[in-house]
């Protein structure tokens, strides 16, 4: 590198550019640097589709309002039907399965279809024992059994006369319901357990 610049200038040792003029005394040499190459282009993963997870079937008890509704709905029908006594109980546990599974379309194993006879059973049993309640007043209110008998007498069956007799005794009237309880609630049990065998559910009808 010379001493002095064109210009006449002296230069210090190793001087790049000239303090007076600003000339370039030497090239620079910039090392070249290579940059890695970009990764290759990955598409990114598709998501997975979110699916919700399945919810679980509500237990049948009184605490699910869709079996309590229709259990007390067929349980109506089947006090309306007391003249088909029995069969009407087995049927309204068929029922209820029946109108279960197509209100929600939940699937039921045999627990399930007697738990609803259950229920309905228990609503049959309460409707029943509101009804005699109802006559046993009414009864009472025109003077008891005797009076029925003289007012309707040759219109009402004596049979039925002579069991509301009986029902005036505690111990009778206790045995009756405890029958009619046993009855009913079995009877109801075992058409749910048909129902879950014969019904296929269905989609629901919405709420």
């Known amino acids: 590198m010379p001493d002095f610049c064109t210009c006449g200038a002296q230069l210090p040792p190793d001087a790049l550019f000239c303090h007076k003029c600003g000339k370039p005394q030497r090239e620079i040499v910039v090392p070249e640097t ?20 399945a919810l679980a079937p ?10 309590v509704k229709i259990a007390l709905l067929v349980a109506g029908l089947a006090t309306l039907l007391s003249f088909l006594l029995y069969l009407n109980w087995f049927l309204a546990g068929f029922l209820a399965v029946f109108l279960y599974r197509r209100r929600t379309g939940q699937p039921l194993n045999l627990e399930s279809g007697v738990r609803m006879g ?6 049959i049993f ?40 009986m029902l ?15 009855f009913t609630t079995l009877l109801s ?9 014969l019904v296929r559910p269905n989609r629901p009808t919405g709420s």
Not at 189 to 197: D, E, F, I, S, T
Request: aromatic share 8%; glycine share 8%; with cysteine.
């Open 34 to 53: 290579f940059a890695p190459p970009p990764p290759p282009y990955a598409p990114p993963a598709p998501a997975a589709a979110l699916t919700p997870p």
């Open 118 to 123: 259950w229920i309905t059973g228990l609503m």
């Open 126 to 165: 309460a409707m029943m024992v509101v009804v005699l309640a109802c006559f046993a007043v009414s009864v009472h209110a025109i003077g008891g059994v005797s009076a029925l008998q003289n007012q309707f007498k040759g219109v009402v069956d004596p049979k039925v006369i002579e069991s509301f007799k």
């Open 58 to 67: 509500l237990p049948l008890n009184f605490h699910n309002r869709a079996a």
């Open 189 to 197: 049990m075992a058409g749910g357990a048909l129902g879950v065998k």
């Open 168 to 182: 005036q005794n505690p111990a009778d009237l206790a045995m009756v319901l405890v029958q009619f309880f046993v």
